[in-house]
């Protein structure tokens, strides 16, 4: 009887892990993705969204600008780690050492900065109009996180008293960002999770936290917003 050495049944479980994904896992769908070292980072232009609308409730319109700064150049991004032609985990590094710091802004002087944080960029960011009737219209948006998972958040902001504040956030799935095209699409609703039907915007939380009526469960229900407080 020949006896393994102990390092076999190591391997053996570590491989049967690593082959126990899930779909939560974020990966980029490209088999053919080359090796790359520091020092060969291959570069893409960064897109970087904007989106039009009342959000100062002064009856004209504003442009809300996405940006991307590297604290480690002191210069904006405009072109960064393509996640198509590199590892992921060598995107998210490279973000990292850049320092980078996603935030929006309005096209008016003296107005309030969002920052949310280190990250890709936007999957999305949308309009969604006067929602709680308070004569601004109101943005969501899904930030393209430096993580391994598929699980995100839709977040919901409004300018209250010169300030961004969020009224409300909810589960979502990143697979529904997935597409197959040479160029990335511009996404004016999040499929099964923010859409407009009938003129209202609907929406449904991946991550239920069990305050839904049980007849609820599963299915889209009106967006309701409060106002700023």
């Not at 504003?62 to 198509?84: C, K």
């Not at 409004?158 to 511009?186: H, M, R, V, Y």
Request: with cysteine; proline share 2%.
């Amino acid at each position: 009887m020949t006896v393994k050495p102990i390092f076999y049944y190591i391997l053996t479980l570590t491989l049967g892990l690593l082959s126990c994904n899930g779909k939560t896992e974020k990966t980029v769908e490209n088999s053919s993705i080359p090796k790359t070292t520091e020092n060969k980072v291959k570069l893409h232009k960064l897109k970087k969204l904007f989106v039009v609308g009342d959000f100062d409730g002064d009856r004209r319109k504003d442009t809300i600008f996405q940006h991307n700064y590297s604290r480690l150049t002191r210069t904006e991004i405009d072109n960064s780690a393509d996640p198509f032609q590199n590892e992921w985990d060598t995107v998210v590094k490279w973000f990292y050492d850049q320092d980078a710091d996603l935030y929006l802004t309005i096209n008016r002087n003296n107005q309030d900065t969002l920052h949310v944080g280190t990250a890709q960029g936007l999957y999305c960011l949308i309009n969604i109009g006067d929602n709680n009737a308070d004569g601004k219209d109101e943005i969501a948006f899904v930030i393209d996180n430096l993580d391994f998972s598929k699980i995100n958040s839709c977040k919901i902001y409004s300018f209250c008293k010169d300030k961004w504040t969020q009224l409300k956030q909810f589960g979502i799935n990143e697979s529904l960002f997935e597409f197959t095209s040479d160029k990335a699409p511009t996404f004016d609703n999040i499929k099964d999770y923010l859409e407009k039907k009938n003129g209202k915007w609907v929406y449904m939380d991946y991550l239920q936290n069990g305050n839904e009526k049980e007849e609820d469960v599963g299915k889209m229900l009106t967006l309701k917003l409060d106002r700023c407080k």
